[in-house]
């Protein structure tokens, strides 16, 4: 599986950005799709996850309400959709996946099989 994420920019406080995922290769090989994020001299922080097989989404309690994923009409497409943005929220987003459903990987801490490059997102006035 190989993982394409794009989206990412400069926005002002305040301000909104949708990130995408698009994923090639065999869709039988996925079914969870995580999006993290590194901010500069910070660890990489799972931010969200969204399972292909039921649509079910998780959330870190830092991104609760404000950010949300979604999977787009084509199967392979999964979307982050961030509001009310702030600059704490800048960093390099990734998006990750992994043959296991979201409750199982969430719920285990294990990393994820596939990943992609990361897009820039810059909050910042």
């Known amino acids: 599986v190989q993982l394409q994420a794009s989206g990412g920019g400069l926005v002002q406080p305040g301000g909104s950005l949708r990130l995408s995922c698009v994923a090639s290769g065999s869709t039988l090989d996925y079914d969870a799709i995580g999006w993290h994020r590194q901010a500069p001299g910070k660890e990489r922080e799972w931010v969200a996850c969204i399972s292909k097989s039921d649509g079910r989404t998780y959330y870190a309690d830092s991104v609760k309400g404000q950010f949300t994923v979604s999977r787009g009409n084509a199967e392979n497409t999964t979307y982050l959709q961030m509001n009310s943005l702030k600059p704490e929220d800048t960093g390099v987003y990734y998006c990750?996946?992994?043959?296991?459903?979201?409750?199982?990987?969430?719920?285990?801490?294990?990393?994820?099989?596939?990943w992609g490059q990361g897009t820039q997102v810059t909050v910042s006035s």
């Open positions: 990750a996946a992994d043959l296991i459903p979201c409750f199982l990987i969430v719920s285990s801490g294990r990393g994820y099989d596939y």
